[in-house]
């Protein structure tokens, strides 16, 4: 796990500046929030939106390579999902490389939370940060969809670190060449922290799939709140 923690870094440090340099040229993004994590220390669970292949990037771009949150892992599909999306992605996505970015599947029909978000969970109990797309995948339309997985708050309450909603806008249909046009304009809003206890209550013992995903909800719609203010 050691070597799997500094590789991130290294990539995602790497390539901090020339993306912050894009993304403000070329995407003219615009960055809000930032005030409501400034004082967070340890591991956070980021729970935001999902519309391109693009959001995993603007986390750690809007936030410092000093930062404490600094790196950023993932919760992604296994490698068998994106079989279908063709021969490059197929080769990169779900392997290897997406280990060295920070990106560790959800063990598939486990029925288990504990059992498929094992590694998430172990990360975040080192300190570290995790970023996850409830809706589980792309939104076809660009909107905040009407399903959501209860992963995040599970993860939350077993690391006891704080939720933070983020919502993210402009990114859908971005490909290189309307980036590099100047026809996309991003947006990206941090919310307050959320703790477990606010979202279970004291019952998180006996707490269950349908617990967790109400819980998700509640989030779900502080980032839909949070996307109205962009």
Request: proline share 6%; hydrophobic share 40%.
């Amino acid at each position: 796990m050691h070597i799997y923690y500094i590789i991130p870094r290294i990539l995602q440090t790497l390539i901090w500046i020339p993306t912050r340099v894009g993304l403000h040229l070329f995407a003219r993004i615009k960055i809000k929030g930032k005030e409501n994590i400034a004082h967070i220390r340890g591991g956070v669970v980021f729970v935001s939106n999902h519309a391109s292949e693009a959001d995993p990037i603007l986390i750690p771009a809007t936030l410092s390579p000093i930062s404490r949150l600094f790196p950023i892992f993932y919760v992604s599909r296994t490698k068998k999902y994106y079989g279908h999306t063709g021969a490059i992605k197929s080769h990169i996505y779900g392997g290897r490389f997406f280990n060295f970015w920070g990106a560790y599947p959800a063990r598939e029909g486990m029925r288990d939370y504990g059992k498929s978000l094992q590694y998430h969970l172990n990360i975040l109990k080192k300190g570290h940060s995790v970023q996850i797309f409830p809706e589980g995948k792309k939104s076809p339309d660009g909107t905040i969809q009407d399903h959501a997985h209860g992963g995040a708050i599970y993860l939350a309450w077993r690391a006891n670190v704080p939720i933070v909603p983020v919502a993210i806008k402009g990114t859908f249909q971005t490909n290189l060449f309307k980036f590099f046009l100047f026809e996309k304009k991003y947006a990206i809003n941090y919310g307050k922290p959320i703790y477990p206890d606010e979202l279970i209550g004291k019952k998180a013992d006996s707490s269950g799939v349908v617990d967790f995903k109400n819980a998700t909800w509640r989030v779900m719609d502080e980032v839909e709140k949070l996307y109205d203010e962009l």
